[in-house]
């Protein structure tokens, strides 16, 4: 099945799980006190960790962005490099399960970020990627919302991070190091 989403707007945003997802909102109250756990585990296992993010682009110059419910804000797609997987492997592995994006062509890394903000030690890679055919997204529960956004009309609630990535890639403003 085929999701065609390329060209939506707000209002029109798929909606995973019979088109909402909000009994799983449940998880972003549980987030601040699950994150200390998390954090302190993944140190344990390794002493840095390195994620991606995927900003696709659509042919009317639209931006692919997602909101999760474990965690409030509407951010690209993305998560961790597992072991023994390429960055260009986790992003299409990421890409694919939380929004049902396929890459059909290389990503171009764009940029290179610490989060050590967010999480002490880790790092970002940001991909643009323009090479790509929707289909539906393999995640489960993971994913509220989906949509195609304007990068001058992003939606209420995009963090921060997201909107700084955005602009660097698509107006040509310098990168800053720091996510």
Request: overall charge negative; charged content about 25%; glycine content about 12%.
């Amino acid at each position: 099945m085929r999701f065609p989403l390329e060209g939506k707007r707000l209002t029109d945003c798929l909606r995973l799980g019979d088109l909402q997802r909000q009994d799983m909102l449940w998880r972003r109250q549980l987030e601040p006190l699950i994150r200390p756990v998390f954090q302190a585990h993944a140190r344990l296992r390794r002493g840095l960790t390195l994620g991606v993010r995927g900003l696709a682009v659509n042919a009317a110059g639209e931006v692919l962005l997602l909101e999760h419910t474990y965690v409030h804000g509407w951010h690209m797609p993305g998560g961790g490099v597992e072991r023994g997987e390429t960055t260009a492997e986790a992003l299409a592995r990421e890409m694919r399960e939380e929004a049902g994006v396929v890459l059909t062509g290389a990503p171009k890394l764009i940029s290179i970020h610490d989060s050590g903000a967010h999480f002490p030690g880790d790092h970002v890679l940001v991909y643009l990627c323009r090479d790509f055919e929707m289909t539906t997204p393999t995640s489960q529960g993971e994913i509220h919302a989906v949509g195609w956004f304007a990068p001058d009309a992003l939606p209420e609630g995009v963090t921060s991070g997201t909107r700084a990535r955005i602009a660097e890639a698509l107006d040509g403003i310098a990168s800053d190091p720091k996510w």
